[in-house]
T-cell receptor
Framework: DAKTTQPPSMDCAEGRAANLPCNHS???????VYWYRQIHSQGPQYIIH???NNETNEMASLIITEDRKSSTLILPHATLRDTAVYYC????????????FGKGTLLTVNP | GAGVSQSPRYKVAKRGQDVALRCDPI?????LFWYQQALGQGPEFLTY????????KSGLPSDRFFAERPEGSVSTLKIQRTQQEDSAVYLC?????????????FGPGTRLTVL
């Protein structure tokens, strides 16, 4: 699986959009971008995933650049409960099963 | 419905003791995973089951680590002769299909401290 690079930490004001970047410059054509988050003392939680098109669900939006070398996870209206470590994971679709986590980005949402 | 549950949530062991960590996956989930998470790090893959078959144990750090899922539901991770470097949070996850591209549902983890 391709390696990802994320900033170690970010801050966001409550109610504002949180934009979390991820670089995956060595991504292959059949690799998906996944995002999970881990709130303190809990297990990781799936957020969203995509291949090349932008994706949106009830939790977040995922924007993938046209060359697929980077992506951004957007939490449109961050709340204090969104404070967590966010992991960007690149994973081959359909043939790989284990998740390879990096260190992620600690997002702190401030009141 | 109920999510993935793990027990105990916390375990303190003296160096050299054996421990057993339990995972109850979501009912009907075919795939089950164990991960190890050291302090300040992301989770690292240990092993993978599809029903009762252990298809991948490449992440187990030593032969002191053993996992089983005899009836294809509940799984146990056993660590023999625990060492201080085994101190970590052990996470269990399950997914409904064969795990290929499926969302994985994680339990809260068991925090193991070896003194």
């Amino acid at each position: 699986d391709a390696k990802t690079t994320q900033p170690p930490s970010m801050d966001c004001a409550e109610g504002r959009a949180a934009n979390l970047p991820c670089n995956h410059s060595t991504i292959s054509g059949n690799e998906y971008v996944y995002w999970y988050r881990q709130i303190h003392s809990q297990g990781p939680q799936y957020i969203i995933h995509g291949l090349k098109n932008n994706e949106t669900n009830e939790m977040a939006s995922l924007i993938i650049t046209e060359d697929r070398k980077s992506s951004t996870l957007i939490l449109p209206h961050a709340t204090l409960r969104d404070t967590a470590v966010y992991y960007c994971i690149v994973r081959v679709g359909g043939s790989n099963y284990k998740l390879t986590f990096g260190k992620g980005t600690l997002l702190t949402v401030n009141p | 419905g109920a999510g993935v549950s793990q027990s105990p949530r916390y375990k303190v062991a003296k160096r050299g003791q054996d421990v057993a960590l339990r995972c109850d996956p979501i009912s009907g989930h075919v795939s089950l995973f164990w991960y190890q998470q050291a302090l300040g790090q992301g989770p690292e893959f240990l092993t993978y089951f599809q029903n009762e078959a252990q298809l991948d144990k490449s992440g187990l750090p030593s032969d002191r680590f053993f996992a089983e899922r005899p009836e294809g539901s509940v799984s146990t991770l056993k660590i023999q002769r625990t060492q201080q470097e085994d101190s970590a949070v052990y996470l269990c996850a399950s997914s409904p299909g064969t795990g290929r591209s499926d969302e994985q549902f994680f339990g809260p983890g068991t925090r193991l401290t070896v003194l």
